[in-house]
């Protein structure tokens, strides 16, 4: 009698389990879909406010440089310039990447031209880290929404417009989006 009562505790349990793991797949597909409802990309109406980019780049290299810069240049439905700062690089650094674009020199280690129409200006800085890069940067900037990227972060189509009109709000002052890495496999930290 022991061994039948043990065989209905563990069907009691294998069926308790089955409930619970459907209730939990359940849960998972209505959260899922939830949260595409919320976060769905939603294109803001009216103006949005202009932007200036500030891209630091360090030894990126410049096609990953550029595939980078192409693809902030090519956003659409806001104003917006990119101003891009080579913090010392050893390696594909601001006179290789701004021949590959076609910039022009502005001064001994200043660029300027326009990618996709947008604008987009080059300095080159002695080597000072990222905050100091960027901080340069800020003082170039010629529009007031100031937003900041990685040389491995690309932008979704529309995204800066969506990032821009969280600022038509004058008691916003910090916004964010989602970020994709585009070498986002290749390290240990964001897996193999």
Do not use: C, Y
Not at 52 to 63: Q, R, T
């Amino acid at each position: 009698d022991q061994l039948g009562a043990k065989s209905t505790d563990v069907a009691l349990l294998q069926a308790a389990l089955a409930f619970v793991g459907v209730d939990l797949a359940n849960g998972l597909v209505l959260n899922a879909t939830l949260f595409d409802r919320l976060h769905a990309e939603r294109e803001p109406d009216g103006d949005v406010p202009a932007v200036s980019v500030l891209l630091p780049l360090w030894n990126e290299g410049v096609d990953g440089a550029r595939a980078t810069i192409d693809a902030w240049a090519a956003q659409r439905g806001v104003t917006h310039e990119l101003v891009v700062g080579d913090d010392g690089s050893t390696v594909g650094g601001a006179p290789a990447l701004a021949a590959a674009m076609g910039l022009q020199a502005v001064g001994a280690q200043r660029w300027s031209g326009e990618l996709h129409g947008t604008p987009v200006s080059l300095v080159r800085l002695p080597h000072a880290g990222k905050g100091a890069t960027l901080n340069v940067l800020a003082g170039h900037a010629r529009h007031g929404v100031l937003v900041t990227v990685d040389a491995d972060t690309l932008p979704t189509p529309g995204s800066l417009r969506r990032l821009s009109a969280a600022f038509r709000k004058p008691e916003v002052d910090l916004a964010t989006g989602v970020v994709s890495i585009a070498n986002g496999r290749e390290g240990w930290l964001t897996g193999n």
